[in-house]
């Protein structure tokens, strides 16, 4: 097969047989999928060898913290967190534990890890990558798994596997017809050659700090970025500016019933599972070890009726913040945006574990909040 003898390391939010699926939690340390995700199924098929999973943040949400496995630690600086919540899938394959690994992104779960482990690290279109067996997958539409990788060549290798139609994931019906017989047939050492390509310089992470001279040092790293893209041959179209950028992204507004319904269903995949919804979890003796204490608050609380016309708000914002950016483009004839993928150096592991729990500072949620925009990671 193509990733015949590939070793891989999986996100523990995606079911592997014969491997537990811990969440990063001690409330779920004994949970035993006893059937493979889609996408592991598919890579298992296609040869690769299935190592063992990875550290996430607990529940895959924020950084890389757990009550199961503590902190995970950057490579290149042990005293710095790996990003989350896909940090373990980070650290793991640039510190070459693996080829390559899969994550997963709702918020900025697969870049922000790829940008602080400096991998490459792609959050596809949502229905391209099939969620079945993952927490957080249908009906919710934001989550997406994503390959991540040391090189292009590795990832493209790697989505060509894991991108397909899976009828358990009805949001993939989307996708058919959409992927290309081979990614690695558009990679091409030439390929910025009159490229057009808008760069974004508006801060759009959450909670950044422009003045600070830690933003002013991804700046610099940024401004650096852009140039080798003038060398390569871009035609760069710089700064680029999105009408209603960070207006309309405050109108995110989740829907506990989605979110609620996507736990039922990942759940009922193992039908020995102790859960069966979320008041299980509720209930469980482990509850109050969850980290950090207010998310351990959140699990313990139960979530009212969704406010469904803040979710319709939220939905008509995005529809229109595509049409603004797409607008954009067309314009400028754009083939491509680029921006930060986080403005901020990786949070200090002491900033993270303390009070008040330093987790989202830097991250861009631009095309989560778009669901239908990929985004990747070089």
């Known amino acids: 097969g193509p990733l015949h003898g590939i070793p891989i390391v ?34 298992k098929k296609a040869g690769a060898i299935i190592l063992g999973k990875t550290t996430l ?20 600086d042990l005293e710095r967190t ?55 997958g249908y009906p919710s539409d934001a989550a997406s798994m994503g390959p991540m990788a040391r090189t292009v060549r590795d990832l493209a290798e790697l989505l060509d596997v894991m991108a397909g139609y899976d009828p358990e994931d ?22 910025l050659k009159g490229a057009r390509i808008g760069i974004l310089r508006e801060s759009i992470g959450v909670a950044s700090e422009p003045e600070s001279e830690d933003f002013k040092k991804v700046d610099a790293v940024f401004a650096a970025n852009v140039a080798e893209l003038k060398v390569a041959g871009a035609i760069v179209i710089d700064p680029i500016v999105i009408p209603g950028l960070k207006q309309l992204q ?16 990942w759940l009922a995949r193992n039908p020995a599972s102790p859960f069966k919804t979320r008041a299980d979890i509720q209930r469980s003796p482990d509850v109050d070890k969850i980290f950090p ?8 609380s139960t979530p009212g009726k969704p406010d469904l016309a803040k979710h319709g708000e939220y939905l008509a914002a995005r529809q229109q913040l595509m049409i603004n950016l797409m607008k ?10 680029v921006h930060k993928s986080v403005e ?9 574990m303390n009070p008040p729990y330093e987790s989202y500072k830097g991250v861009p949620i631009l095309n989560t909040f778009l669901v239908y925009v990929p985004s990747i990671t070089v």
Do not use: C
């Open 10 to 43: 999986v996100k523990d939010e995606i079911d592997t047989a014969g491997m537990p699926t811990t969440l990063g939690s001690l409330v779920f340390k004994d949970y035993r999928p006893p059937m493979d995700a889609f996408v592991v199924a598919r890579l």
């Open 57 to 76: 943040s607990e529940f895959a949400a924020g950084d890389t913290f757990g009550s199961m496995f503590g902190a995970t630690r950057t490579p290149y």
């Open 82 to 136: 790996v990003g989350g919540s896909s940090g373990g899938s980070g650290a793991a394959t640039t510190a070459n534990f693996s080829t390559v690994s899969l994550g997963e992104e709702t918020f900025a779960s697969i870049r922000r890890p790829g940008s602080w482990n400096s991998i490459v690290a792609m959050r596809p279109t949502a229905g391209l990558v099939s969620r079945t067996g993952m927490y957080d």
């Open 170 to 191: 009805p949001l993939t019906a989307l996708g058919v017809g959409k992927a290309p017989q081979s990614y690695t047939r558009s990679l091409d050492r030439n390929g």
């Open 250 to 265: 405050t109108k995110r507004a989740d829907n506990s019933a989605i979110r609620d319904e996507a736990l039922r269903v």
């Open 293 to 300: 204490p207010s998310k351990a608050a959140q699990w313990k």
């Open 328 to 337: 954009v483009m067309a314009d400028n004839r754009l083939d491509a945006i």
């Open 344 to 352: 901020h150096q990786p949070t200090l592991i002491k900033d993270g």
